[in-house]
């Protein structure tokens, strides 16, 4: 099978350009051809608002790339991961002139919020949920806190609603979980092309023993990550259980007066971190939001480390309560600080609590399974065309 992957990389790198790179690597470990058509937002620097905002509506650049890339590659599918701003949704109309499928993944709400978090004043927000012009994103200025930049989001949501760029082009929507498959249905995605299909890891970590004796929290800080509550949480616990905290971001400044025991070791690399995975007695996910996904527990399923999750969006679907980990409400920092004292008690309890978790991530999250699932979806959008793929090298 040759495939078309598009990705549009943002400034800051997370984890919806570490599962493109996952896909097209163990497609391309099974034979099959990948051609990736990427940008990064670094480009955008010293492009004015407008530029901007009439690209993320529709870049001719973007569509006459796609067009090029088909007509020198000749794919049997266009996978696109993620469009928003550089590629713009035209990628879409230009595999479609073609006669090409187009499959599309879900990795966060853009297509139906303008911030792409249902997330607004420390809460979720669906205000714009349904909406053919998502006038309160605009209002609010969800995007990055800007009106005008809300605007053009916006603007890019009612033009290709209009357009039937979602509902009529593309053939196969991908959502990372059942909740967030629950919400493009909501927001009019026709049922029959949208599925669900979790993210994976490409590779095994191992599996750690957690005598490292410490939490471990994983990814950006930012408030509906759940970073205020993770701090309070801990300043119940005076230091009774140590907390390491990865990452950085807008409110890396309230761990210049953390509570005691946590320790903040910044960015690190992602054998680093695994590192500290393999060592952790427990991953904390405290996430606010509705979460797309969250790799990062099934990292810590892989490496046999149990999970404290918030009981929000597709992470309650990962973290089965009392069997691959705990859940609490989200933003109770009790509620919080209880489960991680539960998590600090020795015994048998503890021990399956570490079994199940690995058994999860082999039973779900390995590339091979990832994989069967992946060429199905590819499958389904190629016989809604009346085609065939072409079969893959021998392995």
Not at 69 to 75: D, T
Not at 179 to 204: I, M, Q, W
Not at 323 to 341: E, I, S, W, Y
Request: hydrophobic share 40%; charged share 25%; proline share 5%.
């Amino acid at each position: 099978m040759r495939v078309l992957m598009l990705h549009n990389f943002y400034q800051q790198p997370g984890g919806e350009d570490e599962s493109f790179a996952a896909e097209a690597d163990v497609l391309e470990r099974h034979g099959h051809t990948v051609s990736r058509l990427t940008l990064h937002n670094d480009a955008i620097t010293g492009m004015s608002h407008l530029e901007v905002g009439l690209r993320t509506v529709w870049n001719p650049a973007g569509y006459r790339a796609v067009a090029d890339r088909i007509r020198e590659f000749r794919p049997d599918v266009m996978h696109a991961q993620n469009s928003f701003p550089l590629l713009s949704p035209a990628v879409v109309h230009a595999a479609r002139r073609a006669g090409v499928p187009v499959v599309m993944s879900v990795r966060n709400y853009r297509l139906f919020c303008v911030g792409a978090t249902f997330f607004r004043d420390g809460k979720p927000c669906e205000d714009c949920l349904g909406r053919t012009l998502p006038i309160p994103g605009v209002r609010h200025g969800c995007y990055r806190g800007s009106k005008l930049g809300s605007a053009s989001v916006a603007l890019m949501l009612a033009t290709h609603r209009a357009l039937g760029t979602w509902t009529r082009h593309v053939d196969v929507f991908v959502a990372l979980s059942e909740f967030t498959r629950a919400k493009c249905v909501e927001s009019g995605l026709p049922a029959d092309r949208v599925v669900s299909k979790p993210n994976f890891l490409k590779s095994d970590p191992g599996v750690g023993d957690g005598r490292g004796g410490y939490a471990l929290f994983v990814g950006r800080l930012a408030k509906e990550k759940g970073l205020g509550t993770l701090l309070e949480a801990w300043r119940r616990l005076d230091g009774s259980m140590p907390l390491k905290v990865v990452g950085d971001g807008p409110m890396d400044h309230l761990l210049a007066d953390a509570p005691p025991g946590v320790e903040w070791l910044g960015r690190r690399t992602s054998a680093e971190t695994l590192e500290l995975m393999r060592g952790a007695r427990v991953l904390v996910f405290p996430s606010e939001w509705y979460e797309t996904f969250g790799r990062v527990a099934i990292e810590a399923f892989a490496c046999g480390t149990p999970v404290i999750a918030a009981r929000i969006g597709a992470v309650a679907e990962l973290v089965e309560d009392g069997r691959t980990g705990l859940t609490f409400t989200p933003g109770d920092a009790d509620d919080l600080a209880d489960k991680v004292r539960r998590m600090q008690a020795d015994g048998e309890a503890y021990a399956l609590l570490r079994r199940n978790a690995r058994a999860e991530y082999e039973r779900h999250y390995t590339a091979e399974r990832n994989y069967r699932l992946l060429t199905a979806i590819y499958d389904r959008a190629l016989a809604g065309r009346g085609r065939v793929a072409v079969p893959a090298a021998a392995v």
